[in-house]
């Protein structure tokens, strides 16, 4: 192929890449108008009621869940596609990590033992939970560990840490804290506040923010590590930064909304395509895929009319599982090829 | 005109404090038995995290060498050829660079004769066209230095054959190499061979030279026949040459 | 007759063991000390119980009859949930068990009041009680919109014990659907008094984190603090509880 046909073929790529992100934003915005607008019934009525009451509804009641729904989403995108990029591995995430789960117990032993209500400090008990946990992976698999010890040593811990989560429900001074445990275990947006919404997306923002600087250097450390020590990078000070920030995001986050799983498996898979395979690149795709992701889930959950609320992670597990064991399947199939 | 000054590098206990020079233009071969320490010299040259001791490229020493300097003075190509992810060859070369520049990019293309294989995904290429992808972006940034581990194993004779072409063109331009060999056939083609055993390097000659050393046989445990070819040396003790 | 029999029944005195904290309630309201053997362990907590000083007089027990069998009673009080087994064991035990049901109605209490006093000797015990409901009766005003809440948002049924009782305080309990006020309703259309219990107020959950929503905080309603306590039993404690609420007023 000459000179010019390499050059139609790089720019129809380019194009079709940009086409896709456009795309996405365009997506983005549909689902914050939907999130925030639907159901209009209440906000019609409270409209006509007085002005000012749809207002109330819309900024305290409206405006928090879809704060959250987009910024967990994002985070978990974000650091999902960054923990991929450390540990060289499509299938590392908060959730199989036991980032997600680590975080659920943190923010229970501060908030329900330790009498930790204001919602910042619960924050920093989930960071530090996901921080345990990710901490426990790195010392059981090692960095650089296949994939089946990564899914193993996550697997477990993830079980082990949900575990210690419903038994330090259980045992807790409230007797209503054992039905949170659902909340905690498969998330829930459900009635939060702008201060809990706050209290996860600003550190949140904040961390994936230092995530994303990382792009190029995650990127480089694809080549493998010693590539990117030769080139100045130093690839352990960069995992550990990695993982401090990823738990700082995830954690925050679970504290005020649970742990939900499979979207920060799923949308890096899929920001992987948009960024032609590059891990680091594909960060901020994945943050938008992220938030879709969740935000579509929590539509569907307040669009089912029960009594009782379907929790978001259950949503997010239906659609990510058969994702999970395709990508699974097509692994085996590469490995054994 | 010294390129390369290594003082007292070293690397875990694998490899001994070892100080080299390599002046511009030369090619370097590294041979050694398995584990003897030709890969952690190349990792220790290329300043991985645990590497001790001082090394300069054209007097700027590289550790404080900041990112965007370090790709034109050094670049490394380690043995494995796993990738995990599905990037387009074209991409994987381009990530040599730090400034886009498309003209360097087909040049290298057309160079490892990587025009049907531009965009397929690096990980569903064969090995030998991995090692011709992952080469050229090692080649791309146009370094002082290239530290090349087993380059041309996994290569067809014709590719072999290629890359030493390549090398010795780019060699004519100034630029060093340092390449672990396992396969003791292409050594004649080296400038200088450094043979490396238990952390040291234990000779640092010509081609020629080194492997008719006593201590290249004690090592390797082979020597040359009367007839050229390799032959396994038995360990009988001192006796009088033929 | 049985040697177990002789045992208990020998000393002919009556001794009262409660195995639910409902029934506590009758116990320690109507009894005398010396004929309370035993009460249940939630009575003694103070997020439960309004009574648990006198309660924590007496032994506790976990609410199964090998618990109390000890305490040597010659009557055991039940409730609901296990009521069956335990009272055949009693039975042959010789020992007497009354399981007296949950309160659909205030005449429900007043029902369970005189059987308890009765079976302690004297119906004239419950007396008192009923005269003061009598009294909160013939004197009852206008109802007012009214909604009860707790943690989650979770209320009472318009037509149950809960809503009974709030009448006599002159509260008009709202129906609301699935017996829960979202933060809309309290926004929307809030009830002209908010009941706010304030049971477990400290220990945290996600409950009580609803409650601390702005919406749920600011409501534009009038807020009244019950003690959220007899409100788990809606039984003969909640008299005082109204008679306090009604003042509130």
Not at chain 1, 19 to 46: D, F, G, S, Y
Not at chain 1, 178 to 188: N, P
Not at chain 1, 216 to 239: N, Y
Not at chain 2, 52 to 61: R, Y
Request: proline share 6%; with cysteine.
């Amino acid at each position: 192929m000459d000179m010019h046909g390499a050059f139609d073929a790089l720019r129809n790529r380019a194009f079709e890449r940009q086409t896709l992100r456009v795309l996405l934003a365009l997506a983005m915005l549909l689902c914050i108008a939907a999130h925030l607008l639907l159901p209009i019934a209440p906000l019609r009525e409270a409209h006509e009621i007085d002005p000012e009451l749809a207002n109330l509804l819309l900024v305290q009641l409206r405006l928090p869940r879809t704060l959250l729904v987009i910024g967990y989403g994002a985070a978990l995108g974000v650091s999902g596609a960054a923990l991929q990029a450390t540990f060289a591995n499509p299938l590392a995430s908060p959730d199989i990590s036991g980032a997600s789960s680590g975080a659920a117990l943190g923010a229970v032993i501060g908030g329900y033992w330790l009498g930790i209500s204001q919602p910042l400090a619960l924050a920093a008990c989930g960071a530090a939970g996901a921080l345990g946990t990710l901490g426990l992976l790195v010392g059981l698999a090692g960095r650089k560990a296949d994939t089946a010890t990564l899914l193993l040593a996550g697997l477990a811990i993830s079980l082990a840490a949900g575990a210690a989560t419903s038994l330090a429900l259980s045992l807790a001074p409230s007797p209503f804290a054992f039905y949170d445990a659902f909340d905690w275990l498969m998330g829930s947006f459900t009635d939060r506040s702008l201060s809990q919404a706050a209290a996860a997306l600003v550190p949140a923002s904040f961390a994936t923010a230092l995530l994303l600087r990382r792009a190029r250097a995650l990127d480089l450390i694809g080549l493998g590590e010693d590539v990117a020590a030769s080139l100045g990078l130093r690839p352990r000070r960069l995992s550990l930064e990695v993982i401090a920030l990823s738990a700082v995001a995830v954690g925050a986050c679970v504290s005020v909304a649970g742990a939900i799983g499979f979207v920060g498996l799923v949308a890096p898979l899929f920001a992987r395509r948009i960024s032609g395979g590059h891990p680091g690149k594909a960060m901020i795709p994945a943050a938008m895929i992220g938030a879709v992701l969740l935000t579509l889930a929590d539509l569907a959950v307040r669009a089912v009319p029960l009594d009782r609320p379907i929790p978001v992670g259950v949503i997010t597990a239906l659609f990510g599982t058969p994702l999970f064991i395709w990508m699974v399947v097509t692994m085996r199939r590469r490995l054994t090829a | 005109m010294t390129s390369l000054q290594a003082i007292d590098i070293a690397l875990d206990r694998r490899l001994q404090p070892t100080s080299i020079d390599v002046p511009s233009g030369q090619l370097v071969a590294l041979v050694g038995p398995n584990g003897g320490g030709k890969t952690s010299l190349l990792r220790a040259l290329a300043r991985v995290e645990l590497a001790s001791g001082q090394v300069t490229v054209d007097g700027e020493d590289l550790d404080l060498a900041p990112e965007a300097r370090r790709r034109r003075l050094l670049s490394f190509l380690p043995a494995s050829r796993e990738v995990t992810w599905p990037i387009a060859a074209r991409d994987v070369i381009r990530l040599g660079l730090d400034r886009p520049d498309e003209d360097r990019i087909a040049e290298l293309i057309a160079l490892f004769e990587l025009e049907l294989l531009a965009d397929r995904p690096v990980n569903h290429l064969s090995t030998g066209e991995r090692a011709r992808v992952l080469t050229a972006r090692a080649l791309a940034s146009r370094p002082r230095i290239l530290l090349l581990d087993e380059p041309l194993s996994n290569l067809d004779p014709y590719w072999v054959l290629r890359f030493f072409e390549i090398f010795e063109t780019v060699a004519a331009s100034g630029q060093s190499f340092l390449i672990a060999l396992h396969d003791l056939a292409q050594l004649p083609r080296f400038d200088r061979a450094l043979l490396i055993a238990d952390g040291e390097v234990q000779m640092d000659e010509a081609p020629a030279n080194l492997v008719v050393g006593e201590c290249f046989g004690e090592i390797f445990r082979i020597r040359e026949g009367a007839d050229g070819d390799w032959e396994i040396r038995r360990p009988e003790g001192r006796r009088s040459s033929p | 007759m049985s040697v177990s029999a002789l045992l208990l029944g020998v000393s002919g005195a009556l001794r009262v063991a409660s195995l639910n904290l409902c029934t506590d309630e009758y116990l320690l309201l109507l009894a005398r000390p010396s004929e309370i053997a035993s009460v249940s362990r939630l009575s003694h907590d103070p997020a439960e119980s309004p009574l648990w000083r006198a309660a924590r007089r007496y032994p506790a027990n976990r609410g199964s009859l090998e618990g109390v069998i000890t305490a040597r009673p010659t009557l055991i009080l039940t409730m609901g949930g296990g009521g069956r087994s335990s009272a055949a064991i009693a039975r042959r035990m010789s020992v007497r068990t009354i399981d007296l049901p949950f309160p659909a109605s205030i005449d429900d209490v007043e029902r369970n009041m005189v059987r308890v006093a009765s079976a302690l000797g004297n119906v004239s015990r419950a007396a008192e009680w009923r005269k003061e409901l009598v009294r909160m009766r013939a004197h009852r005003g206008a109802g007012q919109d009214a909604i009860f809440l707790t943690d989650n948002g979770f209320s009472v049924s318009s037509e149950g014990t809960g809503a009974e009782w709030m009448a006599l305080a002159g509260f008009d309990q709202r129906p609301l659907p699935g017996g829960r006020a979202t933060l809309e309703t309290l926004t929307l259309h809030p009830p002209k008094i908010l009941l706010r219990s304030n049971y477990r107020q400290n220990q945290h959950s996600i409950g009580q984190a609803w409650l601390a929503h702005p919406l749920a905080r600011k409501a534009r309603s009038k807020a009244i603090w019950t003690d959220g306590r007899p409100w788990t039993c809606m039984g003969p404690l909640m008299l005082s509880e109204i008679a306090r609420l009604r003042d509130k007023r």
